[in-house]
């Protein structure tokens, strides 16, 4: 059994309040927030403070049931009206993990699936499929670590960009998952973690889980990665995903698909890993997948004492990129491992399943 030593995203005991460990603080400082407002819970997300596609999905659900456990109305049409609102207003925190609308579309057909009983028992309803969202992950990201972990082998070199660990999801992980469970079994991977510039995601929060588990983890910046496959350090190149199109193009942190492609030059496998919450069928193409654009002052300003550009410089700060399918060796799921051409492969992962929650 994993032991992990803190709580990514949870509900308080009464059901009270989101409780999320605030991730813009890691690793000087360990606080959790706890919040009850459809306003803090979406600037939470907005943030970052609770991050990565899997955890955005929980703290989203989390989010629809505390906000309609306060609604006060009697009648199911004003209820699922005060729903959509907050549906809506979620929905709009972060644009390109899909596993927020794929939350917040299994919370709708909660609502609706519960129609005809009385308030109270919708909002009941409301709770235990939230609870049931946040069970299921854990579920899900560790049979993508088993099944990620059957790719690999002992004392193998891995790199992974951004955090895809237990801070991105319920336990596990998911591109962190097999490196947790090999752990379990002495596997001894070195693991490199890219720092992943603008927000560090790779040295703040990989690092942090990763030592804090006992792996091996050596921290490189992101033009490092070129240098360290060179040297044959590299076995395998482990990453997250935030929405999967059906022809395998996959959205993942900014510089993802450089490191793909760095891969590629190298020989080196190139795994994305992430839950079926994560592919998203309606986006044939990466071209369909909206691109978070961030605020420019995160490039050079939000992170350090003092401003290291100009006030006022012109910036671009696309929080993601697409890694184009011809670069990624596989997508590993809780439902199998597919591989190139990757279209039939994931369309065959939904048989007997909806899409999208829908
Ligand atoms: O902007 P972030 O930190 O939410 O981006 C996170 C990632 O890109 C992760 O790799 C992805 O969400 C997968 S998390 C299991």
Same mark, same amino acid.
């Given at each position: 059994m994993l032991e992990i030593g803190f709580d990514t995203v949870r509900l308080d005991d009464d059901n009270s309040?989101?409780?999320i460990l605030d991730q813009t603080l890691l690793p000087n400082n360990t606080e959790y927030l706890h919040l009850k407002s459809k306003e803090d819970i979406w600037n939470a997300?907005?943030?970052? #403070?609770? !991050?990565g596609a899997p955890a955005i999905g929980i703290a989203a659900a989390y989010g629809i049931y505390l906000g309609m456990k306060q609604?006060?109305?009697?009648?199911?049409?004003?209820?699922?009206?005060?729903?959509?609102?907050?549906?809506?207003?979620?929905?709009?925190? !972060?644009?390109?993990a899909v596993n927020l609308f794929w939350a917040l579309n299994r919370m709708e057909n909660c609502v609706k699936n519960n129609k005809d009983?009385?308030?109270?028992?919708?909002?009941?309803?409301?709770?235990?499929?939230?609870?049931t969202i946040f069970q299921e992950d854990v579920a899900v990201c560790k049979k993508i670590g088993e099944n990620g972990l059957s790719l690999l082998k002992p004392q193998m070199g891995l790199l992974t960009h951004c955090n895809a660990g237990t801070l991105a999801t319920g336990k596990y992980g998911t591109a962190l998952a097999p490196i947790y469970l090999g752990q379990e079994k002495g596997y001894d991977f070195k693991v490199f973690a890219d720092e992943t510039r603008p927000l560090l995601q790779g040295a703040r929060l990989t690092t942090w889980e990763l030592n804090e588990a006992g792996v091996d983890v050596t921290l490189i910046c992101d033009n490092m990665a070129s240098i360290v496959m060179k040297n044959e350090w590299i076995d395998a190149v482990l990453v997250g995903c935030d929405r999967v199109a059906a022809n395998g193009d996959t959205a993942n942190k900014i510089g993802t698909s450089g490191v793909a492609i760095l891969a590629k030059r190298y020989g080196i496998p190139f795994y994305v890993l992430g839950p079926l919450s994560t592919i998203d069928l309606a986006s044939k193409t990466g071209k369909d997948i909206q691109i978070e654009q961030r605020p420019g002052e995160e490039i050079y300003k939000a992170w350090y004492q003092k401003s290291m550009a100009p006030e006022g410089i012109k910036t671009y700060n696309p929080a993601f990129d697409v890694?184009?399918? #011809?670069d990624i060796t596989a997508i590993v799921t809780e439902k199998g491992i597919v591989?190139?051409?990757? !279209?039939?492969?994931?369309?065959k992962l939904f048989e007997n399943k909806s899409l999208r929650g829908d």
């Open positions: 309040a989101l409780v997300i907005y943030k970052l #403070q609770v !991050r609604s006060y109305t009697l009648t199911y049409e004003a209820f699922y009206d005060e729903f959509l609102e907050i549906k809506e207003y979620l929905a709009s925190s !972060r644009p390109t009983k009385e308030i109270g028992k919708i909002k009941k309803a409301l709770l235990d499929e939230s609870n890694t184009d399918a #011809q591989y190139p051409p990757f !279209r039939e492969g994931l369309y």
